[in-house]
């Protein structure tokens, strides 16, 4: 029987980073919910959150059970913080405004502020999103602070992004992305574009990042257009 010391160690994803501004991020003045449940593309979520952070923007984070397992499995991380999501930024001279610009929830706190209607934001991005959150949303339970908050979000009328990554699909799958769209949500499957011809697993990670972003309305340099 194989020795586990023997074993060659595991390889955690990383994700892709940009090179924080040379001066501190002026607030934006928006701010955005980002939620993180157990489906696979952790890097997903640490590129976005990365990519609202260094242009001034206010995140309020949000990480089922689930969640924190996928954070775990595919990028070692065990605690949530700007130096676990982030390193670079909680490295860089402007760390201090990074930090004060992330809000982490627990997700079972259901009376945290972006539980409520009275809260004011730009938009709410589920990435990655499985399809047990999926149908916790579409039935409007309520039952933790992701699926609250994107069910306020729904009847405010802001935009949620629900980048659903679970594959192939059932027919309750199906019909929980059909709920939703005809509540408002934006249904975006991680589905990569190979148009661009991508050659690293950065790349193809930065084009899903880069349609949420678009989706929410957020300008940024991520390659996901067509002919430019």
């Not at 890097?43 to 954070?71: C, M, N, P, W």
């Not at 349609?211 to 067509?226: G, N, Q, Y």
């Amino acid at each position: 029987m194989p020795n586990p010391s023997d074993q060659p160690p595991k390889n955690y994803m990383i994700a892709p980073k940009s090179v924080p501004p040379t001066e501190a991020p002026l607030s934006s003045g928006k701010r955005y919910i980002l939620g993180i449940t157990g489906a696979s593309g952790a890097v997903y979520a640490s590129r976005l959150l990365e990519q609202l952070l260094i242009q001034g923007h206010q995140v309020h984070l949000v990480v089922t059970d689930f969640g924190k397992r996928l954070l775990a499995d595919e990028m070692n991380i065990t605690s949530v913080s700007l130096s676990t999501m982030c390193p670079h930024l909680a490295a860089d001279q402007h760390e201090a405004v990074y930090t004060s610009n992330l809000v982490i929830h627990p997700n079972k706190d259901v009376g945290a502020t972006i539980a409520s209607g009275s809260f004011l934001h730009d938009g709410m991005v589920i990435l990655p999103c499985s399809s047990t959150s999926l149908g916790a949303i579409a039935s409007g339970s309520g039952s933790n602070l992701l699926s609250r908050a994107a069910a306020v979000t729904l009847k405010e009328r802001h935009t949620l992004v629900v980048c659903h990554r679970e594959s192939p699909l059932n027919l309750i799958d199906i019909e929980n992305m059909r709920t939703l769209t005809l509540a408002g949500a934006i249904i975006a499957p991680t589905n990569p574009g190979l148009y661009l011809l991508p050659t690293t697993v950065d790349e193809v990670i930065d084009f899903t990042v880069g349609k949420a972003l678009d989706l929410l309305k957020v300008p940024h340099t991520l390659k996901t257009r067509w002919a430019e």
